[in-house]
């Protein structure tokens, strides 16, 4: 999907003709044509229905719309802070995203970035949300990417992101990969792999009301040393969705459930970076829902 062709369907769907459209967005009608028709090869179906003279929506143009309004906002204010800096300039951003979350959308904002901003220099930390926000109140970093804790500072304006939702996380061939749902209770003796105290600990909050208390193993400070210690077969792990990975599986409980809210955050007050403020415009204009497990 290029954004030429995102541009000629919004003006499309304001205008619900071709000719008018095609004016607007200062092309030929039959090249608007051919980037709507492509659109709707990527879609997978019709985005716009003819019905004589009267043109409209169809419901897959109707459910895209907003996604795509969003994508190109995010693309236009990105752009805007490029021509307002020179070539020659360093434009630094330090982000610190929670070792727990994994998402395409962050990845797509930060190339974004990098294509659109000239000088664009990133220091990416990962950690724990606590360790985050402390290094942002320090002025170490500039923005955090966090699952939102329950005492986070007052000094802090948060943007929420998603919520995602916590999984156990199997190896492959593990006995309960690919069967139905399973209880919390029924998985009482399965050994655990912990990580940052923080899965883990809801685990515990969770089986307590069941009376048991959840077999914790081994731990790893790192998300990809938990998921490698998932593979080798040293347990399991209850953590946010990972990436789609042939080697793992994860599946949710039939009974309990953890969803929590991912946000993105900054110290109030603060002047923001002409890279920060990017990524905030950026990360609010976007949807991140598709992030979400």
Request: aromatic share 6%; proline share 5%.
């Amino acid at each position: 999907m290029e954004m030429h062709q995102v541009r000629y369907f919004l003006a499309m769907a304001r205008l619900l003709n071709f000719t008018r459209a095609a004016e607007e967005s200062n092309v030929s009608q039959p090249s608007l044509t051919r980037a709507i028709q492509k659109l709707e090869d990527e879609f997978g179906g019709e985005l716009f229905r003819r019905e004589r003279s009267h043109t409209h929506l169809t419901s897959l143009g109707r459910q895209m719309l907003p996604h795509l309004t969003r994508t190109f906002e995010a693309a236009q204010a990105t752009m805007a802070f490029a021509k307002g800096i020179g070539r020659a300039g360093v434009v630094p951003l330090a982000l610190g995203v929670d070792a727990a979350i994994e998402s395409d959308t962050l990845d797509r904002i930060l190339e974004e970035l990098a294509d659109c901003l000239p000088g664009f220099e990133l220091s990416l930390s990962s950690g724990s949300p606590g360790d985050l926000i402390e290094a942002a109140m320090n002025g170490t970093l500039d923005l955090v990417v966090i699952e939102l804790p329950d005492d986070a500072p007052d000094r802090f304006d948060v943007w929420p992101l998603f919520d995602h939702s916590y999984h156990m996380v199997t190896r492959a061939g593990h006995p309960l990969a690919g069967g139905a749902m399973p209880s919390l209770l029924s998985v009482r003796d399965e050994s655990w792999i912990d990580h940052e105290g923080n899965g883990c600990a809801r685990l515990k909050t969770l089986a307590a009301p069941h009376g048991f208390v959840p077999i914790v193993r081994h731990s790893a400070t790192d998300m990809a040393q938990v998921k490698q210690l998932v593979i080798s077969g040293l347990g399991s792990a209850f953590i946010p969705r990972p990436r789609d990975d042939e080697r793992l599986c994860a599946f949710t409980f039939a009974d309990v459930e953890v969803r929590r809210d991912v946000v993105l955050g900054a110290v109030a007050g603060r002047k923001r970076s002409i890279a920060a403020d990017a990524f905030v415009r950026a990360s609010r204009a976007r949807s991140w829902a598709a992030a979400a497990a």
